[in-house]
């Protein structure tokens, strides 16, 4: 049973330490929307989405209110739309259609985001994954809600290096797509290696196919909650500190939990999981990087950071699957640079770097994200940081992920606005040496040895 001591301490945590239920995220199958004709699909589409998120948002709303919990986004995310519009769909254009319907339908329903224009290419493209993966720049430039996401590689397939090569210059040209708008496609553009079927978090969620007709999962948040613990134990040998970040990381996911399963309760849907994440804000104090200070780092990026990282991922899923048995999506702790002010401040005191950051990706919960690098980086380059990030989760069993902002007309030490939970990034410095030999190279990265379980 709940005390009272334990509603003070979770008022507290919401009223002082930011935090939030970052995403309530309806997952939504499209399967029976498939049709050879494409204003069938789009008319199934949309009013599927309408009729079934209809109440998505007022649900969230009454549960604020009633139980006083920020739940700051209200997301969907939908059948991986390769999938959906392969039968319908024989040019980029036409693919581009079904993401304007999913973004009319997000906007009616009151949506943030609506994840899933996605493909799933980890050992070979369809020529409905080629292309949909072709209509991405247009798709992102014409859409304000819409996010995209394509799986790479995976632990059991390997790496779909033509996949990787398309990548960096689909990336590219979404930037040149949107390059009025600070560039913002490639914000809501995500590549993955690993990818989950029930991520909840933006740009990367799409509804998986082995998930139910309709899902709800949860994703919550609360560094700033971990840094206020963490700082009543200053100066604490390991055990302590382990045991602060676990004890807290089960507050705040037990949160998680009661907002999942009364959404569940009213919608009528099946609750899915609690993504455990800590995901930072640029708010002051809403900073992942920030608890690494706390930690005993001069700033992150300084020798230790992928330590102590580690340690804070390894204690956060620790304390989040002793609050919910249904645990999943990515879980655990995001290093984005423009969403999160220590990270930035680190970048531009010179102490983080693009290949630190990497090295973080080994043990954290996702990998690059939210990454502005000068606008006349190559697209065989872009290709190259990717490779990289998807052998790291490959060989190491675990979803890792890019998103890189090529900013046109930016270079290094320039900055780029993209507001709200997306903050502002300042341009990062790329490796100028080429892969382009590599990158060239066709066909597939084989999947490494340990991946043979069967």
């Known amino acids: 049973m709940i005390n009272l001591f334990e509603v003070k301490e979770t008022n507290e945590m919401i009223t002082k ?4 239920v970052r995403t309530i995220t309806l997952g939504i199958s499209l399967m029976d929307c498939i049709d050879s004709n494409l204003d069938k699909v789009n008319r199934k589409i949309y009013d599927k989405i309408t009729t079934m ?31 959906v519009g392969g039968s319908a769909c024989k040019t980029p254009e036409d693919f581009v259609t079904i993401a304007e319907t999913l973004d009319r339908a997000a906007k009616e329903v009151g949506v943030n985001f609506l ?11 369809t020529k409905a994954d080629e292309l949909l993966i072709r209509s991405i720049p247009q798709a992102m430039a014409r859409t304000e809600r819409v996010c995209s996401s394509v799986n790479l590689g995976s632990t059991k397939t390997g790496i779909n290096m033509d996949a990787v090569k398309l990548m960096g210059e689909i990336i590219k040209a979404t930037a040149e797509a949107t390059r009025e708008n600070s560039c913002m496609g490639c914000a809501k553009l995500v590549v993955f290696c690993n990818a989950p079927d029930d991520n909840p978090f933006m740009a990367g969620a799409f509804h998986g196919v082995t998930e139910a007709d309709a899902i709800i999962n949860v994703g919550v948040s609360g560094p700033g909650v971990v840094k206020c613990a963490l700082e009543k ?69 300084a020798p230790g950071t992928t330590a102590a990282l580690a340690m804070l991922n390894n204690q956060v899923k620790k304390g989040g699957v ?9 879980s655990g702790a995001f290093i984005p640079v423009s969403e999160d002010q220590g990270m930035i401040d680190a970048v531009n005191e010179g102490a983080l770097t693009l290949e630190k950051l990497e090295a973080m990706t080994c ?36 979803t890792t992920a890019v998103r890189l902002i090529p900013v046109i007309g930016k270079g290094v030490g320039d900055t780029v606005e993209f507001g709200g939970l997306l903050g502002y990034a300042p341009v990062m410095p790329v490796n100028s040496f080429s892969c382009e030999a590599f990158v060239n190279r066709k066909g597939r990265i084989p999947a490494p040895i340990h991946s043979f379980k069967n």
Do not use: H, W
Not at 66 to 76: D, F, L, Q, S, W
Not at 322 to 330: C, E, Q
């Open 17 to 20: 330490e930011n935090l939030d």
């Open 53 to 83: 998120a209809r109440n998505l948002v007022a649900t969230g709303e009454e549960i604020e209110a009633e139980y006083g919990v920020p739940i700051v986004n209200k997301r969907i995310s939908v059948t991986p739309i390769a999938l």
């Open 115 to 125: 994840g899933g224009y996605s493909a799933l290419v980890s050992k070979g493209m």
């Open 233 to 301: 134990v200053r100066g604490a040998d390991f055990e302590v500190l382990c045991e602060t970040i676990k004890k807290t990381a089960f507050k705040i996911t037990r949160v998680g939990q009661l907002v999942a399963q009364e959404a569940s309760r009213r919608m009528g849907v099946p609750f899915g999981i609690i993504d455990l994440s800590l995901a930072p804000t640029p708010a002051i104090g809403d900073s992942v990087a920030e608890i690494l200070e706390e930690i005993g780092l001069e700033s992150a990026g």
């Open 322 to 330: 002793m609050a919910s048995s249904y645990v999943g999506g990515l």
């Open 363 to 398: 043990v954290c919960s996702v990998g690059l994200d939210m990454i502005a690098i000068p606008g006349d980086t190559k697209a065989s380059t872009i290709s190259g940081i990717i490779a990289d990030e998807m052998a790291i989760g490959m060989v190491n069993q675990k």
